[in-house]
C-alpha cells in the first residue's frame, strides 16, 4: 500500500512538470515561420559649386596727378550652382603696407557694384612710423590712421548668374607736390633710415573671392 502511495506521487509529479512546461511554450507564443516583406530604398545627391569669374581683373590708372581722381573697375558673375558672398582680398603684403605708407598723400576708395564699402584720406597703418603704432584706427586733417585693410565683402547672397563690380578710385592728395615712376612700388624703400633694395613691385594685386554665404575669405597672403 505504501508502495502504491509512493508510485501515485511520482506520477503525479511528472505530470506537474509536463503541465509547467507545456505552459511555458504557450507564453512563448508561435515558432516558425512567418510573413515578411521589403521596399528597397537609394539616397542620391549632387554636390552644389561656389565659382566666381571676371572679364577684366588687370586694371590700370594713367598719369595720375595730385587731386585727380581716376576710377578702375573689374566685374565678376556668379557661375557656380548656389548663392554666395563675394570679396575683395588685397593678397600681398608688401603692396598693402605700401600704399598704406601714403598717409595724407593719398586718397583710395572701394566700392562693390556702387556701394561704398571703404574710403580714406589717411592711408597710414603705423607700420612704418617710429611708434609703429597708431593707437587706433582714425581720420583726421593732414593726420591720423585709416589704412585699407586685407579684404572687403562686395556682394552678399550672390544668385548664381547674377553679376556685380568692384571699382577701385585713387587720387594723390593735393599737398603730393612732386613723384614718377610708376604708382605704388613695394617694398616700401625705407624706414627708420634704412634703405631697402629696388622695389620688387609695384602695382596694388588683388583677388575676387567667392564663399559660401556667411563665410569669409582667407587673411592677406594666402591664396
Known amino acids: 500500500m505504501k508502495l502504491m502511495l509512493n ?7 511528472a505530470g506537474g512538470v509536463a503541465v509547467a512546461l ?17 521596399e528597397q530604398g537609394n539616397i542620391t545627391g ?24 581716376q576710377t578702375v573697375t573689374a566685374d565678376f ?16 603684403v608688401d603692396a598693402l603696407r605700401a ?40 581720420e583726421q586733417a593732414n593726420r591720423g590712421c585709416w589704412p585699407l585693410l586685407e579684404k572687403y565683402q562686395l556682394a552678399s547672397n550672390l544668385a548664381p548668374q547674377a553679376t556685380g563690380d568692384v571699382s577701385f578710385t585713387f587720387a594723390y ?17 625705407y624706414h627708420g633710415g634704412t634703405e631697402f633694395p629696388a622695389a620688387a613691385g609695384y602695382g596694388l594685386p588683388y583677388q575676387i573671392v567667392a564663399t559660401q554665404v556667411g563665410h569669409a575669405p582667407g587673411v592677406a597672403g594666402v591664396n
Open 99 to 138: 600704399i598704406n605708407n601714403l598717409g595724407k598723400y593719398g586718397n583710395f576708395t572701394v566700392k562693390g557694384s556702387g556701394t561704398e564699402v571703404f574710403s580714406s584720406t589717411n592711408l597710414q597703418d603705423g607700420e612704418w612710423r617710429a611708434t609703429n603704432s597708431c593707437g587706433g584706427f582714425f
Open 46 to 69: 549632387n554636390l552644389g559649386s561656389i565659382e566666381v569669374t571676371s572679364e577684366n581683373t588687370e586694371l590700370a590708372y594713367t598719369n595720375l596727378l595730385p587731386g585727380e581722381p
Open 7 to 13: 508510485r501515485k506521487k511520482a506520477i503525479i509529479g
Open 173 to 189: 592728395g593735393a599737398a603730393m607736390t612732386s613723384g614718377a615712376g610708376a604708382w605704388n612700388q613695394y617694398p616700401v624703400q
Open 22 to 38: 507545456t505552459m511555458a511554450l504557450a507564453a512563448l507564443g508561435p515558432t516558425g515561420a512567418y510573413f515578411t516583406d521589403t
Open 77 to 92: 558673375k556668379n557661375t557656380g550652382t548656389n548663392n554666395q558672398d563675394v570679396w575683395v582680398v588685397f593678397n600681398n
